[in-house]
């Protein structure tokens, strides 16, 4: 089985590319939260088990991370792509 690891930091508009974010910043959010990416990721299809305690390398608290399970057919960067534009209409 196939786990994608996935943090806020790759979806958050107050982060430069080089900071984390993973996507462009049309798609980039402020301070999104791992419910929200969790949620998100249902509505792509996969299932998603949320990691409280889990930090990123590149911040210093921890927000957390979803991992995503059964992406064995897709790239992770089409599947960050596919969470940011849920995580956009999550948010309106």
Known sequence: MVEN???PAYF???RSRSEGRRVPMD???EEPTV????????QVGYDAVIE???TYSREFKPRG???VRGTEDT???DLVQAIAAYLGVIRE
């Open 5 to 7: 690891v996935v943090y």
């Open 27 to 29: 798609l980039a959010i």
């Open 75 to 77: 790239a992770k960067n």
């Open 35 to 42: 419910d929200e990416i969790a949620k998100a990721v249902q």
């Open 52 to 54: 409280r305690e889990k």
């Open 65 to 67: 991370a979803v991992v």
């Open 12 to 14: 958050d508009a107050d």
